[in-house]
Each structure stands twice: as structure tokens, then as C-alpha cells.
């Protein structure tokens, strides 16, 4: 018996011994379950978090949109909030837009200030496929025009007022030209610097190829990020009676006269410089020649494209308008601070003395304007700013449609 019973004590050892490993790993699974699990729980109540402000902040817009129907705002300036903050909510801004601009314009310089003042300004606008599939263009050609929301890509301030909202320095109001200095609520301008950064503008519709939509008018920058595409009703969209301000109407009044040049002439041997820089600038271009582009060219030219600054203080824009670092913009209230600071670095020279640059199409344009508001276009070459070409292979497509 006290055999046996060693036996079982031994074998009770054995068995006890070689089962602690298992218990140990054992125990490590568990508090890995276990830390698993905590973490689980943790990522389910941010996600509930998250959640709950995303409803509480769509409460606060549709108490909002109520409180400004009560008031009687017209519910257009509503959509147009609910669009920014869905903007902001699903973060898309500004490098997953729906589509993006091809532009005859390289820079913001010369960029019209509104959209159809230059009828031969052009651009291909281009469906990102992986977001909206290209059936979604069908019957868009049947409208002669329609409207374009898009994203202020090139706003030096973007990234603050994206990413560091109580660092971007951001101003109230904004220099108005048409007021010599004066300044105005940013809200109550088409300034492109806005605390959140959208823009809308109406472009012809020329015709719709595949996944790219031919536009002229425009008076968007090459790269330009579009968030949507609506067509122009004329019914509703064009509202009879409308009012605006006083300052606006002498504004109206005096615009074209303000901003029409005198003269637009070019140097004798301006023609043959530009084709030389057609040679490339052809192959990618929506223009079907030299000539075309230098109709384009005087259309542009045809108003003043400089500043309010550069009016008043002209300086040498050498740098400044060649990188395209201007702070002319496409809208009427567009002289901002920082186009201020830039007028403080004139110089001595006379208006004619000054070269400014002009760059379309990959093509930069040297030209002078004298106090009589005469330009004379001087000379053309290849710009190292090229054009975000994304759909080129259709631009003899775009061109056969205009010849």
C-alpha cells in the first residue's frame, strides 16, 4: 500500500509539473484577452463620442437653418453652410475633390477677377472616376452654362485655416478696390479669403467628352479642386429685382470704364517669339495655334489684371507675378492684407518702367503698361510653371470642336 502510494505522489508530481507551462501560458492569453477587450471597449466609446458630437453639431446647424428661416434668410445661404460642414466633417478638402480644373490660366495673375469677362478663357474640367462615375455627365451638355463649387486652393492661409483655425491670423473684413482702400466684411465681398475657402462661379458649357467637360469663361486657376457641378437655371437662378449695396452700384457703374485699358499693341517681334513657344506649349494646349493663344492674351490684357496696390504703388513684379504670387484674385473684393505688405516693397519706378508678367498656357508673357493705361506686350517663353494637364489626350479633341 505505502507503495502504491508513493507511486501516485510521484506521479501527481510529474503530472503538476508539466501541466505549469500550460497554466502560465494560459494566464498570458488571458491578459491579452483581457487588454484586447479593454481596448475594444475604449474604441467603442470614442466612436460613440465622436458620434455624439457629429449630432450634437447637426443639431446646432438645424437650429441655425431654422432660427435664419424664421428671419426670413433664404434657405440658399443655409445649403451653402450645410455643404461647408459636411465639407469639414468627411475631411475630403482640398485633396480628394470630385473633379479637377485644367486651366488656360498657370497662376492667380491674370486670373479673372469674374467669371465670363474673357469668353476665349478655356479650361477642361476632369471627373475623378474613382468618386463619381462619368455617366454622371449625361445631359449636362443640353445647358449652356452651369455653376462650379470649388476650393481657393492656392489662398496662402488655406492650410491655417484648415488645420490651425486660431493661428491663421484670420481678418473680418477685407480692401475693397472700388472703394480706394476702404475695407469691407469679408461675407459681404467675393474675396477668396473666407473663413472657409469655397468659391462658386458660372462657366459656358462648350461640350462633354467622356469623363471632361469643355468650360470657357472661366475664371478658374489651373489645379482647381471642384467639389460640385450643378447646371445654370436661368428661372431660378437669375433673380429679378435683386438689391445690392450703394458702394457696389457706383461700383457697376464704374467697373468697366476702371479696369478697360487703353490699347493693347505687341512689339514687332512678339509674334515669332510666341511661336517658337508654341512648338511645345501646342502639345498640351487647348488652343488650336499661335494665333488663337494671342487672341487670348489681349482678351486678358483687355482689363487691367494688376492690383489695387500695383495700380496705386507700381513696383518691379518680376518675382512676385512670375511665381504667380500676387495677390490679384478672380473676385470683386479682392485686396487683402497681405496684398498690402507686398505694396510695401515699390520702388521708384514709372508705371512704364515696370515689367509685369502674364502667364497662360505654360507661355510667359512680358508686358509694360504706361499712365495712359497703353500696354505693350514684349516678349514670350516657356514658363516653368506648367499646366496640371490630366486629361491632355483629349485636347485635340477640344480643339477639332472650336476649329
Given at each position: ?205 462648350e461640350g462633354v467628352d467622356g469623363r471632361a467637360v ?59 517669339l510666341l511661336a517658337k513657344c508654341w512648338e511645345a506649349a501646342g502639345k498640351w494646349s487647348l488652343y488650336a ?115
Amino acid at each position: 500500500m505505502v507503495g502504491i502510494q508513493q507511486s501516485f505522489s510521484v506521479m501527481k508530481w510529474t503530472v503538476s509539473k508539466s501541466a505549469a507551462p500550460r497554466r502560465r501560458r494560459c494566464r498570458a492569453l488571458a491578459e491579452r484577452v483581457r487588454e484586447l477587450e479593454a481596448q475594444l471597449k475604449a474604441s467603442v466609446e470614442k466612436g460613440a463620442a465622436e458620434r455624439c458630437g457629429r449630432i450634437r453639431a447637426q443639431q446646432v446647424l438645424l437650429r441655425t437653418l431654422l432660427l435664419g428661416s424664421a428671419k426670413g434668410v433664404g434657405p440658399r445661404a443655409g445649403d451653402f453652410t450645410f455643404i461647408v460642414v459636411v465639407v469639414i466633417f468627411f475631411g475630403f478638402l482640398p485633396d480628394d475633390p470630385m473633379a479637377t480644373v485644367r486651366s488656360c490660366f498657370s497662376t492667380r495673375n491674370g486670373t479673372p477677377r469674374q467669371p465670363l469677362l474673357v469668353p476665349l478663357a478655356r479650361a477642361c474640367l476632369t471627373l475623378d472616376t474613382s468618386r463619381v462615375p462619368p455617366g454622371a455627365l449625361e445631359g449636362l451638355a443640353e445647358y449652356s452654362h452651369c455653376w462650379i463649387l470649388y476650393v481657393f486652393h492656392l489662398n496662402t492661409d488655406l492650410e491655417k485655416l484648415w488645420k490651425h483655425p486660431s493661428r491663421s491670423g484670420f481678418k473680418a473684413k477685407v480692401r475693397v478696390p472700388r472703394l480706394k482702400g476702404g475695407k469691407m466684411g469679408v461675407l459681404a465681398t467675393r474675396s477668396p479669403h473666407r473663413p472657409c475657402p469655397i468659391g462658386l462661379t458660372v462657366a459656358k458649357v462648350e461640350g462633354v467628352d467622356g469623363r471632361a467637360v469643355l468650360l470657357s469663361g472661366v475664371d478658374l486657376v489651373d489645379g482647381t479642386p471642384v467639389l460640385d457641378i450643378k447646371p445654370y437655371l436661368p428661372y431660378s437662378d437669375c433673380v429679378r429685382g435683386a438689391r445690392t449695396p450703394t458702394w457696389l452700384q457706383v461700383f457697376f457703374l464704374r467697373f468697366f470704364h476702371s479696369l478697360d485699358v487703353a490699347s493693347v499693341q505687341f512689339s514687332e517681334g512678339f509674334s515669332s517669339l510666341l511661336a517658337k513657344c508654341w512648338e511645345a506649349a501646342g502639345k498640351w494646349s487647348l488652343y488650336a495655334s499661335d494665333d488663337e493663344l494671342k487672341d487670348l492674351i489681349r482678351q486678358v490684357l483687355s482689363w487691367d489684371i494688376r492690383s489695387m496696390s500695383q495700380r496705386n504703388r507700381p513696383h518691379d513684379a518680376t518675382s512676385a507675378d512670375k511665381s504667380g504670387a500676387s495677390d490679384v484674385q478672380s473676385d470683386m473684393g479682392n485686396e487683402s492684407d497681405e496684398g498690402s505688405r507686398e505694396s510695401a516693397r515699390a520702388s521708384s519706378l514709372l508705371p512704364d518702367e515696370v515689367t509685369y508678367h502674364l502667364i497662360v498656357e505654360g507661355v510667359d508673357i512680358t508686358y509694360r503698361i504706361d499712365e495712359n493705361s497703353n500696354i505693350m506686350v514684349e516678349g514670350a517663353s516657356l514658363s516653368n510653371i506648367k499646366n496640371n494637364s490630366r486629361h491632355s489626350g483629349s485636347n485635340a479633341t477640344w480643339r477639332n470642336k472650336f476649329s
